[in-house]
């Protein structure tokens, strides 16, 4: 658990340090949001109604860059293998790293909503419950995130490896997730989000205990 | 289903003519692969016992 | 490593599946009565429903490779592996395929979203993209591992996926695509997927060799049975 917290502190350390970076990953994420608007026209009726698929879609091509970023610290002067070298155990690395990208990924999600809120007039007043299913989304999406950018850093190609094997993996955190924020947004009379956030924590629960089984053998060496 | 569906043959001829062509094609592949193989490894154990 | 076996079973299988696939589509076209609904488009069924099956036993075959190599670290398996990853996306393929000619003159649409389609479509990307990392990665032993490890994962999604995707349809389409077979029509049906079987076992056989042979050319001999069992790391987690 300690050694956990101190690989946490670490990456929520770099995180800091970088920071001019995520605010370039935003600045993405936004780009992205404002081509979607021009993809579909200037019909307000319409982009309301797909707000939720365009937030989700622009946060995860943005989880693409946050998550491949999480682990070139690790990667220049071979910092991975001293710091497997110290006690502390694989698992306790990818936890700390899982959160912190989670953290930044949650942060990335939340910043995006008062775009998505100008863009396509798509609010909501359930502020608590979007940032839930915002935290649950990106849980899912940090997880085997997390363990494939950690293949990848290791690799060429790699820009276009961690997406090609991350997004089949997620499909369904995109479809609840834009379901569950589509409901917050357009109205949920037959109160059918908590399913959906359900099936978001059941996706998160699963890929955070495998990834944590796995992570040794992906950074052995 | 509503009523029966008409001239349906040329759709059935479409869905075997594929599954005969993606599996053939691909059995040949790995044949061909497997062959390329067999023959490279021959020429490297004739190399390493000749030299 | 032992020598790869030059038994010519494979190509028994291979020529067996060929002969029964044969067989069971003569049947199922010639012999067998149409669809009181569907009329001839029902024959597709005879090789759509055969594919599923061989397609999802295909990947789970694979993914028992991947646990079996995480296991022992024997290179059999990450040649097996690497077999039936790509005879399992080869099928999967093809089960889209064959579901887009079914759908079109049933549904007028040639994707109708159904369930178990749009799954295998999505597993196609998941495991081709495997096939894709085993591509870029140049060490064997780190190639092996991450293949295994992402076959895993990508196989314990499957049923989230599918149920996800089920869900999500369902809010939209009342009936799901219907792929029962009634009684009458079970010996095309049950001789095609046969027939398949062997064939793609006995492709996943050879195919198996020629990862087998592709490795000694890459791994300095003499080449271990097992892959370099790293610093007695425990197969799954573990500390270090």
Known sequence: MRSLLVALRKDLLLQWRSRTQIVAIFAFGAAALLLFSFAIGPDSLALRQHAAGFLWLGLLLASTLSLAESFEREMEEQ?????????????????????????????????LVPVTVVLYDAGTLRLVSLLGVILLGTAGLSAPGTLY????????????????????????VLLAAVKATSLLILGDPMGQLRPWATLLAAFAVIHWALGGLLFSRVVED | MMGVVEGGWGFVAAAYVVTAAVLGAYATTVFLRYRTEKDRAAAKAERETGA | MKEPSQSRAPQAAVALGVGLLLAGSYWGLAKAPGEIFMGDVQRIMYVHVPTAWNAMLALTFAFVCALSFLFTNAWKWDNRLEAAMEIGVVLSLLLCMQGAIWAKPTWGVWWDWDPRLTTTAVMVFAFGGILALRAFVDDPVKRA????????????????VYFSVKWWNSLHQAQSTPQTVSKAFHWPLRINAFGILFLWTGLVALRARVAALRLRNEVAPPLPERAPDTAGAPALGGAR
């Open chain 1, 79 to 111: 910092a991975l293998e001293g710091l497997l070298l110290l006690p502390a155990s694989a698992r306790a690395l990818y936890y700390g790293k899982a959160i912190a990208n989670w953290a930044q990924l949650a942060l990335l999600g939340a910043a």
């Open chain 1, 149 to 172: 950018a950690a293949m990848t850093a290791q690799i060429r190609g790699r820009q276009t490896l961690l997406p090609l094997l991350l997004f089949p993996l997620v499909v369904p």
């Open chain 3, 145 to 160: 591992v991450w293949s295994a490890v992402a076959c895993i994962v990508a196989f314990a999604d499957v049923p989230i």
